[in-house]
Structures are given as C-alpha cells and as structure tokens.
C-alpha cells in the first residue's frame, strides 16, 4: 500500500520548524523506522510533490528494541520507530505524523540531545560507591531496570517531566532516573549510602510523581515502573528506620 | 590536550577509560553516541570465564584450548592465555560493579553451557549479558566522569588520526550532525570502534559499527590482519531489514536444530555430530545448516531456512533465562517460539579480523592502539561465543596499560600544526565531492557486493567478480554528492577500500580454516598458511597483502 510519511523538520535548534511530505510503499508489517531508511536511500531524495529534500535527520542503531535511539513522536505518541509496525497505526487517509520527542532539546528534525536524562543520573549521584551487594529479592527487579534503553518515551508521556537543561538537570527526574535510582539502591547494604541514595530520589523522584502510570503504558520494554517506583518508596521508608549495616560483616 | 584518546564507548572502551582514570592518566572518551547505544549493548549470550563452580573441573588452561581450537590455531596462544587468566577475575569485577548476573541457587553467578566448549562456563544475565554490562560500566564511566577523572564526549565521529614522522597524536572528528573537522591532541589514540558491520549491511549488529573508522584509519596505512575471518552466527532469522540473532543461549538451553526428511523432524547436527551435537563451534554449525539446505536441497519449504526448536523447554526458561529472545521472535518474526520453531538462517555476525595489533594491542604505527571487535585478537578463524565480550573488555584494560606512560613524541606546536593540516586535508576531501550520487545508494550495492562475495563459501571465481564489481563501484564513486553529503560522500570512499582489502585477503588465504571456506581449496593448509593475512594501504593506491607469522610484533 502506499503511505504518507508526514514529517515535522527543522534544520537546528533555532530554525523554524516545517512539515514535509514523503510518500512510500509499505506493507502492514514494514516498520516506521524502514520508511525512514527507504526515504533516506532514495537517490535522487525527493517529497510526495516531488521537491528535491535533505535527508531526514534520525538516530537508530540496532533496529531491534535494543537500543533506544530510535524513539519519537508517531502519531502523536511516544514510540521506538523500529518496534513500530504499519500494522498498529491508524493509518487516517494513508497519513503517519512523525516528530521529536518534544520534551528534549532538539538538535535536527527527529534528532534530540537526551543527554540530559544522563545530566539527571550525575547530578544526583546515582552509583556505587561500594561493591555491589546482591539482594535475592530485588534480584529480578534490578535486572529489569538494567534493562532500560534510556530512549525517553516514558519521560516524553509524563505529565510531570519538564527536561532542564544540562548544566541544571531537571527538577523531576521522570521514570528511567528512578529506575537507575532503585538499582544502585537495591545494590547497597542498608546504610547511609542507600538512604542518601533513596533521599536523592525522593527529592528529584518520587516527591513529584503522581503514580498516574503513564509510563508504564508507553515503556517499550514494558519494564514494571510502578513495582519500581513503588519499591523505591518502600525501602525509603524503610530506610528511616534502618540500623547501619554497610560497615559490618 | 590529553595523555591517552579514546574513540568508541563499547565495552571496550568503557573498559580503556576506566583503567586509564584508575592510573591517574588525562583521559577523553570519545563516541558518537551514549554508551547506552553501542552494539555491546545487543550481546545476549554471556560471557566465559573458567570460574570452576559447577564441579566440572575447569580451568582457565582448559579455556584457552577451547578458544584455540575453536580459532583452528590461527589465535595467538600467548595473547589467549592471558585473555583466559585474566577471565575469573573480569567477572568478579564485573559483579562488584553491580552487574546484574543470573544466579545458581547459591547465590553465584550462574554458567550455561555455549557452543563449542563441553564445562559449563558461560556466565549469563538471562538474553541479555550486554545490556548488563553496560549499564555497569557505563555507570562506574559516569561516577569516575563526574570526580573528574574522565572527560567525556558523546557527539563526535572519528574522521582520521593525525599522523607525524614519529606516529600518532591525536584524532581529527566531525561533530554528529554536521560541522568542519576539529582535532583532538594525545599522546596516543585506543580505537575501540567496533566491528564493520556496515560493510555489509542485513547484519545482526548495530548501524553504528559502520567500520567507517577502521575504514579511515586503513587508508592512513594502519595494518589490517585476517580480515577474512568473517563470522556467520548460524541461527539468524529475516528480520526487519536486518538478521536477527536467536542467541547461541537458545541452543545452551536445550534448543534443537532440525529440518523435514521424508516429512518427519530431522535433527540433523545431532546425527552429525553425536558428541557436540547442536552445541558445535559456530562455523561447523554455519556449514552444516548450508549443506542441509543447499546440497541435499532440505530448506524448509525449499527456502533458505531450517528450524531451531525450543518450545518444549520450560515455560520458566523461556519466561527468564530466554526471555529476550522470546520476545525479540514475538515482535520482529509474529512467531511465539513458545508454540512454534524458528526459522533460521547463517548471518553475518562477527569480524575475527581487523587492526593488526600485538599481544599488547599496539597497532602498525606508533601511539595507535586498537581493542574490542574491531581489532584482530584472541579470536584467529572462528570466535568462541561468549569470548567476545570478555575480549573487549580485557583487549580495553590491556590496551590502556601499554598505552599508560607514554612519553611526549611531538611538542604541543608540533601536535597543533599536525592536526591542523589534518583536518584541512579531510576537508578538502570531502571538498572533491560535488557530484549527484547519494552515498546510501551506493553503500547498499556494495553490502550487496560483499555479502555474495564473502558468503559462507568462497571461490576465487566468486571473489574476483565481486572484486570486479567493487573496482566498478569505485570509480561510480567519483560521482558521490558533495555539500551537506560530502563527509558520507568520503566515508563512503573508505568503506569500498576496506571491503576491497577484505576480498583481497580471501583470495590470498588460498585454504579452508575456520570461518575462511573456499571451495576451491577445500583443505586446511597448516604448511601455508598458519599465519596471518596483513592487508596494508600503500601511498601507490594499492593493497598489499602477506602474511606473518602469529604473534610477531606489528610494528616491525
Ligand atoms: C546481537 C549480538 C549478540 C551478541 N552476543 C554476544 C554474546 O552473547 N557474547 C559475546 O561475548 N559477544 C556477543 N556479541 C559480540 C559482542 O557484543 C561485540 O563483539 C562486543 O560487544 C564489541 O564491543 P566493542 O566495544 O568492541 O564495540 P561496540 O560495542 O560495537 O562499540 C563501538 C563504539 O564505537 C562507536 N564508534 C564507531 N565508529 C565511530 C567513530 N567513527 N567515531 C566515534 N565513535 C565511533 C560506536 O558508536 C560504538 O559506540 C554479540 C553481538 C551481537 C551483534
Ligand atoms: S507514574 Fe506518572 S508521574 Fe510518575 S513517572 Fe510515571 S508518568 Fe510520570
Ligand atoms: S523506562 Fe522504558 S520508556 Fe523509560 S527510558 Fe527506560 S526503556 Fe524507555
Ligand atoms: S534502533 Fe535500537 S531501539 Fe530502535
């Protein structure tokens, strides 16, 4: 069938943002981030009016779920391009809108800086500064928030998360820090770094989390943000009344 | 100005920087991308280390035999063993580091069984050992970045090295997304910028190990060595514009390889191979499946495919320790591996092959060093699944240490003025450029070029076209876009030349080793051949290759 790629562009960060048009031929199964390559290998490139056009800017790297580059607006929602298939769109006349993620700055048409999200994780200190203890019970839960690709659909989704810059991070920290957050956390011994730890995280985390759980419907891994966030919680609380423990053994 | 560069934040280079901020040098690592990118974040398998926990007797002496087998002898043992040594106590640091490894019962970390070696010595995080990893590094990076005692940048490409009489001191790199080479100075330049994936596109890897720096370096006259070696993972499967790996830990679990004979389930490797069975080392797995398909016409469907079967494992297996795999067939192939066998295929995988470097990791020239999978070590004609990740981030740490130390070779204005004129010189390159051809275009003829000229099978005949289709895509090259395309444009013109090496090594390595087959010379040559294939770039425009002996210093 063919399709309308309707994608928003901008040159830089200061140039004026337009929608361009690209048409294509795709099957239910194709998926976005395909489209994008087929457009970008086209030679010569050219729109659905047939104007000459630069490349669509974009980052991808593993084309499997593996990675995180790829998220961005499809439809409207915050999604990994190469895990989005023809097939689950709407597909209202032919149409996919793609933009950037709108909470980041952006660098160039789908391309936007997440670097912040990594501002998020220095600023608050979010490492061992010990040998990494093993929790049996957080076991599979830590591995789970491992796992997180960093791409931003869940902080994309939030009603809380406003990205700061990358001098000042930003005040809320949004589900993939927390996740990070819960990690170290869970690899301390109860003590005085765990609970900095959790501090941190309910200062720039949980604090401003209202649990509305949008991100866990966006999370392409489908990671369990609220057992996460809740379990962060949980062991702050805990932690208030925690005798330390990090010395003995 | 920095004492030690260094280009890609794989586990390779996340492990460089590490040791070289743990020795107190000035460090600057470098990428493209996060580290949360980088190919190493795909490894699913594990990683081996003879830890001799499962009572089988293990050792690391054991491991290195295993690795040197595997390689059919073209490995550097010496390298190896140090490799294997170093191994039990990489995992242990690894762990401390917060690595999220799967258990056993008692609390350790827990093996599976891998291709190729009978102990169980595979360490594991369930599908998913190098997003674990990562995240561990990447994490330690970051702690050591903000004490400062990293520096860290995440939105260059290496373009090329600048190179004086005397050797290296520094790198000349392109901001992502446009902008005129800059130069970086350092003593010395640790490249750990993956494998050339992109040389041939429909692989299982990442696009961000397009070989474009190894490429650029080549043309600089660095040696490359056994670039022939091109691994085939024999279970892939067609996914979305890419071959989609089914972890060798399918197989490790129980999985089973079969095909219909006669309308009934074949299991042909374990007919084969009674002993090794579906756990043979990955090129005698590769070439099993092609002679099924190809020479006793056994395809399923008479397409290029058989079955790997894993739905009669424990759901509790497929839930956790397959869990990514299972999903990965889900979503990319619509096939619940739960219910239904996987249709797979032998893809491009791995490189054996790339910068010739020493048992230190030191390249042809001076201040240059090279680690992970872009550089030629530990792995000689066929990889060991799950040595791969504990090469790169022992080749970092190794790679970090002989680097360590090194003395000024140019003054601060002599660094200057080297970089300088590099960075014109890859500007008026990229100048050259003002034709129409868009560079995406071409490099899919030449992925298409070299996928059928280094297949599984190869013969001086097929070799020799794709070499006469490469020399015509070359000179299509001169037609490349300039303008906002110019630095693809000239990438582009590099990858051709290290695809041209790549031929050329095969059909000098006139036997058949490891993942290295000619039909042609269907013998293994151990009097001719047991020795390493060094491609090198000479000024004339030409490509030398010849052969070395293993483990001979590439500097001389
Ligand atoms: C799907 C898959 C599964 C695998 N499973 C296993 C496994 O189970 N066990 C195992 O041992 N191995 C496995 N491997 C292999 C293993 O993952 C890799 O060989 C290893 O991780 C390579 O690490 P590296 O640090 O050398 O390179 P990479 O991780 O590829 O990192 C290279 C880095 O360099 C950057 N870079 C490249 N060019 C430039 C440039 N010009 N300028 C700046 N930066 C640049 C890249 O962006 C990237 O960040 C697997 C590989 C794949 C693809
Ligand atoms: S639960 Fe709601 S507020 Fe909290 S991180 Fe998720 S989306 Fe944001
Ligand atoms: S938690 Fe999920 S949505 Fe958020 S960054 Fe991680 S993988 Fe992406
Ligand atoms: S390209 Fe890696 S997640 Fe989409």
Redesign the pocket.
Known sequence: MQVILRVKRQAGPESRPYWQEFSCEAGPDSSVLSLLEEINSSSPLTDAAGAEALPIEFESGCRQMGCGACAMLIDGYPRLACATFLRQLKLKEGVITLAPLSKFPLLRDLHVDRGVLTEDVKRMKLWLNHDAVVDKKELPYAYQSASCLMCGC?AE?????QAGTAATGSAFT??AVMNQAYRAASQYPPGKERRRLLKENVAAGQGH???????LRVCPLELP?DYI?SRGNHMYLKSLFERDKSHEK | MYDILIVGNGLAGLSAAITCAEAKARVLLVSSNQPERSQSVMAEGGINAALDQKGEDDSPAQHLADTLRAGCDLADAQAVAGLTTAAPEIIRWADRLGTVFSRDEEGRVDQRCFGGQKKKRTAYANAGIGRQLMAALSRQCRKLESEGRIEVREDLRLVSAALGDRGCCGGVFRRVGGGEPEGIAAEGLILCCGGPGGLFGNNTGSLLSDGAAAAALFSQGAAMADLEMIQYHPTTAAGPGKRLLISEAARGEGGRLFTYKEGKPWYFMEEWFPEGGNLMPRDVVSRSIYKVVRELGLGVEGRDEVLLDISFLPKEVLDTRLAEICRNCRTFLGVDPAREPIPVWPGVHYFMGGFYVGADHACSIPRLWAAGECACQYHGANRLGGNSTLGAIYGGRVAAESALGASPLYSAAEKEALLEREARRQSELAAAFSGRLRPPRLRQELQQVMREGMAIFRSEEQLAAALGRLYSLEEEARGLAGGAEAADSLTLTGQMRLARAMLLSALARRESRGAHQRSDFPARDDAGFRCVTVAQYGADGNINVGFRPIGADPCK
């Open positions: 869940c989704i939030c009603p809380n998360y949004g589900a989390c209202s649990r509305t759980l949008s991100c943000l966030i």
